[in-house]
């Protein structure tokens, strides 16, 4: 697959380039929500309800956005988020993301459900400050078990375990296409395990509708309670992150419960329609939480500003999901580069706009609702 013309000015112009390049099949699955794709639009729309004020006469000559996760200094508040089946958009898949991610300076969460095996895409990244594993929970516990502890011995950082699909959400487009892995391609985590043979078949099949709903209907365990967090700090040494958080009080049981950090997300609208939009649920949950671990958002970030309006709102973290596809479909690694450079230089920009020298200088009063009152209102 050729690479195409990288130029391009922000990321919200990449989804209809990235349409003209996928097949059907992969830009429907990467690109679509569940049902009426009512939260998918809200999670964009809601950072563009939201106002900046900015502050001035403030030296903007360095401006820093480096923050520290995890202990590790990273280039910008940005992650990129897990998601399944790279190797669609591009014949690199996991290994362009990883080290482009690296070369920026990101983290990467790779997906369970990747087309490139776990410890590949870790030494693809070794460069960068830290990998994070997402973990689908499989019925099997032991195959859980051999998957995590895999991963640790890998150099994985952290274990983000998505809490938010016990079943996978009704996304139409799938299920109109057909949706299934072109017979190229492997959910490659899950090779080589008895269990995992007979999962692979399914979404290889012929039966009609989403293979993915249907591999995910008959493997992934939908029974999971709070219990399951201290089973799996039982198994690994990693910190645990929870994705999928969008109620302030599952925040609460989540991190009571052990974990590590809680990222705020509707899963890209793929999941619950009319789920909240992540940055609406973001305030209630940052303050459920009380800064006793990092919080994290994902869901219809695509400037810096938003990731400026985030922060402001509570996150410490944000993850950018599908611009991170149409980046590497158009160019692979320097697709995947361009996209998170082009973020980068936004939010530094912007971040100079609201005399904001550092992360630490962005406060709550620097966003305006559209039902709060302007801040002159407040002298
Ligand atoms: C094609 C695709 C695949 C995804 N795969 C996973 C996955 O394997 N595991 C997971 O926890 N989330 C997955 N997600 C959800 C993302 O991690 C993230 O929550 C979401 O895409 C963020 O929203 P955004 O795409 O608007 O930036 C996937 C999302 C997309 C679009
Ligand atoms: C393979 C899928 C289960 C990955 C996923 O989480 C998604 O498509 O949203």
């Known amino acids: 697959m050729p690479d195409s013309d990288l130029t391009f000015q922000n990321l919200e112009e990449l989804k209809p380039r990235a349409e003209k390049i996928l097949s059907r099949q992969a830009f429907g699955y990467y690109a679509s929500g569940s049902e009426s794709e009512s939260t998918l639009r809200d999670n964009e729309a809601s950072f563009k309800r939201y106002r900046l004020v900015p502050r001035l006469m403030v030296d903007v000559s360095k401006v820093d956005t480096t923050v520290t996760l995890l202990g590790r200094k990273i280039a910008c508040p940005v992650l990129v988020a897990p998601m399944a089946m790279q190797r669609l958009a591009h014949s690199d898949g996991e290994l362009a993301t990883s080290r482009a991610a690296a070369a920026e300076g990101i983290p990467m969460v790779q997906s369970t459900m990747g087309t490139v095996e776990l410890a590949e895409v870790r030494r693809a990244g070794k460069a960068g400050p830290m990998m994070m594993f997402q973990l689908y ?40 296409e057909g949706f299934k892995l072109p017979d190229h391609l492997r959910l490659e985590n899950l090779t080589g395990l008895a269990e995992a043979a007979r999962m692979e078949r399914k979404v290889h099949s012929k039966n009609k509708g989403s293979g993915i709903a249907l591999h995910f ?163």
């Open 137 to 176: 929970v499989f019925k099997e516990r032991g195959f859980v078990k051999q998957l995590v502890q895999h991963a640790e011995k890998s150099g994985y950082n952290a274990i983000v375990v998505t809490v938010d699909a016990p079943f996978l959400g009704k996304r139409e487009a799938d299920e109109r």
């Open 217 to 379: 209907a008959d493997h992934i365990d939908p029974s999971l309670t709070w219990d399951f967090i201290p089973w799996l700090h039982s198994i690994t040494r990693l910190p645990i992150f929870l994705k999928g958080v969008l109620c302030p009080e599952d925040a609460h049981m989540g991190v009571e419960a052990g974990a590590d950090g809680i990222i705020v997300s509707n899963h890209g609208g793929r999941q619950l329609d009319y789920a909240p939009a992540s940055l609406d649920a973001l305030p209630g949950i940052a303050a459920a939480v009380g800064k006793r671990v990092p919080v994290l958002v994902d869901g219809g970030v695509r400037r810096g500003t938003d990731i400026i309006k985030a922060l402001a709102m509570g996150a410490d973290v944000v993850l950018i999901g599908r611009p991170i596809l149409w980046g590497l479909t158009l160019g692979g690694e320097s697709g995947v580069r361009k996209v998170l450079e082009t973020i980068k230089k936004e939010l530094r920009l912007s971040m100079a706009l609201m005399g904001c020298p550092s992360i630490e200088h962005l406060g709550r009063g620097m966003v305006i609702a559209p039902w709060d009152q302007y801040p002159n209102a407040r002298l």
